[in-house]
């Protein structure tokens, strides 16, 4: 389902609906792909130590801030970046944890191959880089009952710096880029038809388009 932008309360809602759907009745299946406003989350390992402003300063800069179930640590979504939300019967696919998360670095970097960026793995660290300490993708997933959910985010053209509000990932050595820093300007519509058929071809699984309203009709309970 490819969406707007999209309040990150709402995309959360609409996660939890699908991952309840496919608990009690098996699915379905869905791919969400999207951007938010301004917004800091903090998974699991997340702290407000990460938080360069008070969160006062980010309230007053309408910067929502959420505490989330994903994995890993704090992580900015904004204007100019393109978030993903599988939310997939992980038992069904019959995937290690290790091979879903490997799965959807790779769909990062075969979708970043394609505009002309080389995108690689940092061993004990979810996500893309494509510098020693250059960063462009970032992953965190939870695992319900056998559904994943939450996903990955892949910076296109950031309109803010991440590092100007919150240290990305818990690791301030680390600066975050886009795909826009390194080889220009990108339509950010082909970004998203190019990482959802990056997806499919990682996964093996064909993709069937679906409206807001489609999806939310298949997603109320009988």
């Given at each position: 389902?490819?969406?707007?932008?999209?309040?990150?309360?709402?995309?959360?809602?609409?996660?939890?609906?699908?991952?309840r759907?496919?608990?009690?009745?098996?699915?379905?299946?869905?791919?969400?792909?999207?951007?938010?406003?301004?917004?800091?989350t903090?998974?699991?390992?997340?702290?407000?130590?990460?938080?360069?402003?008070?969160?006062?300063?980010?309230?007053?800069?309408?910067?929502?801030?959420?505490?989330?179930?994903?994995?890993?640590?704090a992580?900015?979504?904004?204007?100019?970046?393109?978030?993903?939300?599988?939310?997939?019967?992980?038992?069904?696919?019959?995937?290690?944890?290790?091979?879903?998360?490997?799965?959807?670095?790779?769909?990062?970097?075969?979708?970043?191959?394609?505009?002309?960026?080389?995108?690689?793995?940092?061993?004990?660290?979810?996500?893309?880089?494509?510098?020693?300490?250059?960063?462009i993708?970032?992953?965190?997933?939870?695992?319900?009952?056998?559904?994943?959910?939450?996903?990955?985010?892949?910076?296109?053209?950031?309109?803010?710096?991440?590092?100007?509000?919150?240290?990305?990932?818990?690791m301030?050595?680390?600066?975050m880029?886009?795909i826009?820093?390194?080889?220009?300007?990108?339509?950010?519509?082909?970004?998203?038809?190019?990482?959802?058929?990056?997806?499919?071809?990682?996964?093996?699984?064909?993709?069937?388009?679906?409206?807001?309203?489609?999806?939310?009709?298949?997603?109320?309970?009988?």
């Open positions: 389902m490819d969406l707007p932008r999209t309040d990150y309360g709402q995309a959360l809602n609409l996660q939890r609906a699908a991952v759907q496919s608990i009690r009745h098996g699915g379905p299946d869905v791919l969400i792909v999207l951007e938010h406003p301004p917004t800091i903090f998974g699991t390992r997340g702290s407000e130590a990460d938080l360069v402003l008070s969160a006062e300063d980010l309230s007053a800069r309408g910067i929502a801030v959420f505490r989330v179930e994903r994995g890993g640590a992580t900015f979504h904004g204007p100019g970046q393109l978030v993903c939300y599988p939310i997939v019967r992980f038992r069904v696919w019959k995937l290690t944890v290790r091979a879903y998360v490997h799965g959807l670095e790779e769909t990062i970097v075969r979708t970043l191959d394609h505009f002309g960026v080389s995108g690689f793995r940092v061993p004990k660290h979810a996500g893309v880089w494509v510098g020693e300490r250059e960063k993708a970032s992953v965190g997933v939870r695992i319900t009952r056998g559904v994943a959910y939450h996903g990955f985010s892949l910076n296109v053209s950031l309109e803010s710096d991440p590092s100007d509000l919150v240290v990305s990932c818990g301030p050595e680390t600066r880029v886009s826009a820093d390194l080889a220009g300007p990108v339509e950010e519509q082909s970004v998203r038809e190019v990482l959802v058929r990056s997806f499919a071809e990682v996964f093996d699984v064909r993709i069937e388009w679906s409206s807001l309203h489609e999806l939310s009709a298949a997603l109320r309970d009988p």
